[in-house]
């Protein structure tokens, strides 16, 4: 980390600002561009400081994030992580069916715990029905088990880095504090707004694709009646051209009858 810092004062280092006001920039404009594109950020903290502050923003931006323990293998074993959340989907059928009130009391506390258990480690990425197009990690020593199984899988990850740890483990690196709380919601809340940013123009363009095509639909709509009058027109002089011929011939072979 030696590059990020800017001094060391009474043994603390003093990580330099302005590279990690540059190294924001770069990873938001990343970050606004997974969003545009219609991909999903998993959100990572599970220190305590920064629990409730990205559980907030993650849920602000509309994506997944985790707070609790990492589930092992969550990753590089997703579709076991994809089991266990439809059994929790199927749980909540089974208590909206009545299917529940037809346990015994001891059966119906059991599912009800499983339930809970489900819910506090998976319930925040139950709409994730595929892997992530990245991970923004606060702290990358305690989440060091979901960077390595975002690395195996080619998975930017985007992580807040202190002057304790390893910058070459992520993709996007922001030297900061990743001890406060102001820190985090800093670097966070400036993340969330580059891709709320990107969230926003996918809408647009989306709108505007929508309402070109309608457009278009709109301007087909005249030109295809032209063509249906003119080919009319076109049938109905065919139609006249015949009609005199056959008079005429008519003419003609009555003539030759009185002749």
């Not at 102001?182 to 969230?199: N, P, Q, R, T, Y």
Request: charged share 35%.
């Amino acid at each position: 980390m030696a590059p990020y810092i800017f001094m060391e004062r009474n043994g603390i280092h003093i990580i330099d600002l302005n590279k990690t006001v540059a190294k924001v920039d770069e990873a938001a404009d990343a970050l606004k561009n997974i969003a545009k594109a219609g991909k999903k950020i998993l959100f990572v903290a599970t220190k305590k400081q920064a629990k409730q502050v990205v559980a907030d923003y993650a849920t602000s931006v509309n994506m997944p994030y985790v707070i609790e323990r990492w589930p092992g293998g969550m990753l590089t074993n997703f579709p076991t992580i994809r089991k266990a959340v439809k059994k929790m989907t199927t749980i909540d059928k089974m208590i909206t069916d009545g299917t529940f009130e037809n346990l015994s009391k001891r059966e119906r506390l059991q599912v009800t715990r499983q339930r809970a258990k489900l819910e506090k480690n998976l319930g925040s990425i139950a709409d994730l029905n595929r892997l992530p197009s990245a991970l923004l990690i606060v702290d990358v020593m305690k989440e060091q088990i979901a960077v390595m199984e975002a690395k195996r899988l080619g998975i930017p990850v985007f992580a807040m880095v202190d002057t304790n740890s390893n910058p070459d483990v992520a993709d996007f690196i922001i030297p900061a504090n990743d001890d406060a709380t102001k820190s985090i919601e800093v670097i966070v809340g400036s993340l969330c707004a580059a891709i709320k940013e990107g969230l926003e123009e996918r809408k647009i363009e989306k709108a505007d694709s929508a309402a070109a095509t309608d457009s278009d639909d709109k301007d087909a709509v005249p030109a295809k009646r032209e063509r249906r009058g003119k080919a009319k027109k076109e049938l109905m002089h065919k139609d006249d051209v015949e009609a005199i011929k056959a008079k005429v011939a008519s003419k003609y072979i009555k003539k030759e009858d009185e002749d």
